[in-house]
């Protein structure tokens, strides 16, 4: 015979979540803050970089030039993470065609890449509806890209595609990111997903964390397939190919 649950249990249960709404409130307002504070210095970085570059002539100082660009895109991907946490869209879901919306993101998505990289991206022929927060699957795609980035240096290949496929019994969209870097060690795939984890400093170690943070409010999956041999892929699976993706 189940216990009957207690009045004094449902208030001490009551009073634990008004008291977790209210970090919760608190950490939304220092994220706001501290990612502001991250743009803040992400502009004098690409400010100093730009009066730098007019006289980087020898070897050393585009390779300190190239770490610093790299330190300015890690502080923008982690203002973009901490801003989407912060971020709140109650009832805010937007229905778009992710096809389409993608066709359209290369706008913002190959100047994150070096000039010499090539970035393809392919679609179905058909619209692909979703219900969902189109910011935050930016902030998760735009992480992934400077990974890609970072694997694949100042030449290389980066592929975006979306394909409708089923996934145990259920209509999904996958959205997958490839590059034909380096790949990672089974060491290092095996931690890739641990948020601040890194092996090339100072980046921010949030690439996959986010995605994966982005995908599990969807009620789908985070693929990771690396080999030191061929590069990586990460795959989003998306709900439905008809369903909702909640922010």
Same mark, same amino acid.
């Given at each position: 015979?189940?216990?009957?649950?207690?009045?004094?249990?449902?208030?001490?249960?009551?009073?634990?979540?008004?008291?977790?709404? @209210?970090?919760?409130?608190?950490? *939304?307002?220092?994220?706001?803050?501290?990612?502001? =504070?991250?743009?803040? $210095?992400?502009?004098?970085?690409? %400010?100093?970089?730009?009066?730098?570059?007019?006289?980087?002539?020898?070897?050393?100082?585009?390779?300190?030039?190239?770490?610093?660009?790299?330190?300015?895109? @890690?502080?923008?991907?982690?203002?973009?993470?901490?801003?989407?946490?912060?971020?709140?869209?109650?009832?805010? &879901?937007?229905?778009?065609?992710?096809? @389409?919306?993608? +066709?359209?993101?290369?706008?913002?998505?190959?100047?994150?890449?070096?000039?010499?990289?090539?970035?393809?991206?392919?679609?179905?022929?058909?619209?692909?509806?979703?219900? /969902?927060?189109?910011?935050?699957?930016?902030?998760?795609?735009?992480?992934?890209?400077?990974?890609?980035?970072?694997?694949?240096?100042?030449?290389?290949?980066?592929?975006?595609?979306?394909?409708?496929?089923?996934?145990?019994?259920?209509?999904?969209?996958?959205? *997958?990111?490839? &590059?034909? /870097?380096?790949?990672?060690?089974?060491?290092?795939?095996?931690?890739? =997903?641990?948020?601040? $984890?890194?092996?090339?400093?100072?980046?921010? /170690?949030?690439?996959?964390?986010?995605?994966?943070?982005? +995908?599990?409010?969807? %009620? %789908?999956?985070? &693929?990771?397939?690396?080999?030191?041999?061929?590069?990586?892929?990460?795959?989003?699976?998306?709900?439905?190919?008809? /369903?909702?993706?909640?922010?």
């Amino acid at each position: 015979m189940a216990e009957r649950e207690q009045p004094g249990s449902r208030m001490r249960d009551a009073a634990e979540w008004r008291a977790l709404a @209210g970090r919760l409130a608190a950490l *939304s307002s220092i994220s706001g803050e501290a990612a502001h =504070r991250l743009n803040n $210095f992400r502009a004098v970085i690409d %400010g100093t970089l730009a009066l730098l570059s007019a006289d980087a002539a020898s070897p050393l100082s585009k390779q300190r030039l190239q770490r610093l660009r790299e330190a300015a895109a @890690g502080a923008e991907a982690l203002a973009e993470a901490i801003v989407s946490i912060a971020r709140s869209r109650p009832g805010g &879901d937007l229905r778009f065609d992710l096809a @389409g919306w993608l +066709v359209a993101a290369r706008s913002w998505m190959q100047p994150l890449l070096d000039e010499g990289t090539t970035l393809t991206i392919e679609v179905p022929p058909t619209p692909a509806p979703l219900v /969902g927060d189109p910011d935050a699957l930016r902030t998760a795609l735009t992480a992934l890209l400077l990974n890609a980035r970072a694997a694949v240096g100042s030449a290389g290949h980066v592929g975006v595609r979306l394909e409708r496929l089923q996934r145990e019994g259920r209509a999904m969209l996958m959205l *997958s990111v490839t &590059d034909d /870097g380096p790949g990672m060690a089974p060491v290092v795939a095996a931690r890739a =997903r641990e948020p601040f $984890f890194t092996t090339r400093p100072p980046a921010a /170690g949030l690439g996959l964390s986010v995605a994966e943070a982005y +995908v599990s409010r969807c %009620g %789908g999956y985070l &693929d990771l397939l690396s080999d030191p041999q061929r590069g990586t892929i990460v795959s989003l699976w998306l709900g439905k190919a008809e /369903g909702t993706c909640l922010p």
